[in-house]
């Protein structure tokens, strides 16, 4: 007779079951989670700490220039074979009205100044671009003295040109 196939051998229960797994997936959605909400809310919390800067406030428009006209000047040019004159017209632009006020009741010592300095000056030094801009700037540098000693000086920025004939 033939004989029967040997019954397999029952396993135990240990080597039946395979240990159970379980998935990390939660584990690290939920870190994250966390990470971003926390990273979130110290990022606001710093943003809402720190003081305003000048950009966040509200910009001054700016101010309007202040100008004072200057009535014309005619003054002699040094020079040495010919008399040449010089007749000239400017604005001077200055920080503020306050600025305009002091030197208005200040103009005859202004005119002074400047008639003094535009007439040391020579024809050929003033005919070119480069020597009005320099005489410009010496223009600006005498309103800007102190009229009275140790006093403050006066805050001229710039000088315009309106009239400029050298005969």
Avoid: C
């Avoid at 019954?7 to 997936?25: C, G, M, R």
């Avoid at 584990?27 to 809310?41: D, M, Y």
């Avoid at 428009?61 to 014309?72: E, S």
Wanted: proline share 10%; aromatic share 8%; net charge positive.
């Amino acid at each position: 007779m033939a004989k029967a196939p040997p019954k397999p051998e029952p396993k135990s229960e240990a080597s039946t079951e395979a240990p159970a797994v379980k998935s990390k997936k939660p584990l690290f959605l939920i870190l994250g989670i966390a990470v971003l909400v926390l990273g979130g809310g110290g990022a606001g919390a710093w943003y809402f700490t720190q003081p305003k800067s000048a950009q966040h406030a509200k910009a001054e428009p700016p101010k309007p220039p202040v100008f004072i006209n200057m009535d014309a000047f005619t003054v002699n040019l040094q020079s040495e074979d010919s008399d040449k004159f010089l007749q000239t017209a400017f604005t001077l632009q200055v920080k503020d009205d306050a600025q305009v006020e002091i030197i208005k009741s200040h103009l005859p010592q202004v005119r002074s100044r400047l008639l003094l300095l535009l007439s040391s000056q020579k024809a050929a030094d003033i005919l070119t671009p480069e020597g009005k801009n320099k005489l410009a700037q010496e223009i600006v540098a005498q309103v800007n003295k102190p009229f009275e000693p140790k006093g403050t000086p006066q805050t001229v920025t710039g000088v315009f040109f309106t009239s400029f004939v050298i005969q």
